[in-house]
T-cell receptor, first 112, second 111 residues
Framework: QQQVKQSPQSLIVQKGGISIINCAYE??????FPWYQQFPGKGPALLIA?????SEKKEGRFTISFNKSAKQFSLHIMDSQPGDSATYFC???????????FGAGTRLFVKA | DTGVSQDPRHKITKRGQNVTFRCDPI?????LYWYRQTLGQGPEFLTY????????KSRLLSDRFSAERPKGSFSTLEIQRTEQGDSAMYLC?????????FGSGTRLTVV
């Protein structure tokens, strides 16, 4: 029940294309769903986050879509750029909780 | 500069040796977390401090691991009698309004 399942493991997208990464969770107590971006040799950095009271959140080229009934959420990167090449982690946490559960990550490569 | 400084960045040690890592948040934060990240995986929770009190420890944190935050500012993570399975990136993080601020981590290699 604590798992967050992320797919795909790796993704290759052409420059200008849309990158889509999917995540699913089991624990309905989760109420905060952030996405992190990690470059080699660096710690993960918060990218965008959503709460389950909204179905979509957009920040620049990054959009989270959230489906509460299906317990799924996804990250869309529009107009993908080579600089977006990184590992992306979805995550989930619950109010009052002290830890965040991370997915296994998706390695994105954007071809120039 | 992420707001969390970790030292050292890399550590290579022989199996059986003890190692200690340090985490320094740049500004005051009540909560401080340690996570471990192995190759190809997401970070896994190890332990968490509220000020100087260690409030939760993961079962991943065996008796060989100990963490401290003596004055509620910096924190240390010590691993005694290191094993090859301890090889990983050890990440320290503080929390902001929206999520974690991670340091760049300490990469431990046990040979």
């Amino acid at each position: 029940q604590q798992q967050v399942k992320q797919s795909p493991q790796s993704l290759i997208v052409q420059k200008g294309g849309i990158s889509i990464i999917n995540c699913a969770y089991e624990n309905t107590a989760f109420d905060y769903f952030p996405w992190y971006q990690q470059f080699p040799g660096k710690g993960p950095a918060l990218l965008i986050a959503i709460r389950p009271d909204v179905s979509e959140k957009k920040e620049g080229r990054f959009t989270i879509s959230f489906n509460k009934s299906a317990k799924q959420f996804s990250l869309h990167i529009m107009d993908s750029q080579p600089g977006d090449s990184a590992t992306y982690f979805c995550a989930a946490s619950k109010a009052g909780g002290f830890k965040t559960i991370f997915g296994a990550g998706t390695r994105l490569f954007v071809k120039a | 500069d992420t707001g969390v400084s970790q030292d050292p960045r890399h550590k290579i040690t022989k199996r059986g040796q003890n190692v200690t890592f340090r985490c320094d948040p740049i500004s005051e934060h009540n909560r401080l977390y340690w996570y471990r990240q192995t190759l190809g995986q997401g970070p896994e929770f190890l332990t968490y401090f509220q000020n100087e009190a260690q409030l939760e420890k993961s079962r991943l944190l065996s008796d060989r691991f100990s963490a401290e935050r003596p004055k509620g500012s910096f924190s240390t993570l010590e691993i005694q009698r290191t094993e090859q399975g301890d090889s990983a990136m050890y990440l320290c993080a503080t929390t902001g309004a929206l999520g974690y601020t991670f340091g760049s981590g300490t990469r431990l290699t046990v040979v």
